[in-house]
């Protein structure tokens, strides 16, 4: 089946304890991408890449650190985690940048306190 | 910079009732434009797109056409079910930001029997 996955889908850190973010596509898809979703302001990009080794900053990279290393894994690595920074978190892939449909995970529900 | 802007919910509707979901947006170029729906737990799914000005995306009864003229992309559906409660996304791209789905703020669904 299609599908992008994403571990843990909840997690409760403590300030400053760093923490990875697990994104995995099975599609051979070439573009990657992470948004935050908090309400009232829908969906913000915070990384995205558009294939193994090119990752680039979207609108909100802040206190975030991605890698692309291998095709199918795209991590969000948060450093040292703050409660702003508390937010639900949705990895996508897409054929490409260009490519008009992009795939969601189901989400990793993150609290920091 | 491009934005997308929905009209606030949360929306209640009986079952077979009428569906509008407003969405406007600013765009720079010429956007693709995209409804994503999120049910309850999960991830985004698309659910219509319009690459065009004057193209019509159908899906499971919901249509939505891109009005150049107006900036707008409203979603509509002429009998709504209970399986339809959901949060509903407006969303645009254009290909000279990197693949990035700039997203409204989202309107929740609620359909009641």
């Known amino acids: 089946e299609a599908q992008v996955t994403q571990n843990p889908r909840y997690l409760i850190t403590v300030t400053g304890k760093k923490l990875t973010v697990t994104c995995s596509q099975n599609m051979n898809h070439e573009y990657m991408s992470w948004y935050r979703q908090d309400p009232g302001l829908g969906l913000r990009q915070i990384y995205y890449s558009m294939n193994v080794e090119v990752t680039d900053k979207g609108d909100v990279p802040e206190g975030y650190k991605v890698s692309r290393k291998e095709k199918r894994n795209f991590p969000l690595i948060l450093e040292s985690p703050s409660p702003n920074q508390t937010s639900l978190y949705f990895c996508a892939s897409s054929l490409s940048r260009v490519s008009h449909e992009q795939y969601f995970g189901p989400g990793t529900r993150l609290t920091v306190t | 910079g491009d934005s997308v802007t929905q009209m606030e919910g949360p929306v209640t509707l009986s079952e077979e009732a009428f569906l509008t979901i407003n969405c406007t947006y600013t765009a720079t170029g010429y956007p693709s434009l995209f409804w994503y729906v999120q049910y309850p737990g999960e991830g985004l799914q698309l659910l219509l797109k319009?690459?065009?000005?004057?193209d019509k995306g159908s899906n499971k009864g919901f249509e939505a056409t891109y009005r150049k003229e107006t900036t707008s992309f409203h979603l509509e559906k002429g009998s709504v079910q209970v399986s339809d409660s959901a949060v509903y996304f407006c969303?645009?791209?254009?290909?000279?930001?990197?693949?990035?789905?700039?997203f409204g703020q989202g309107t929740e669904l609620s359909v009641k029997p």
């Open positions: 969303a645009l791209s254009e290909t000279n930001q990197g693949g990035k789905l700039i």
């Open positions: 319009a690459t065009k000005a004057d």
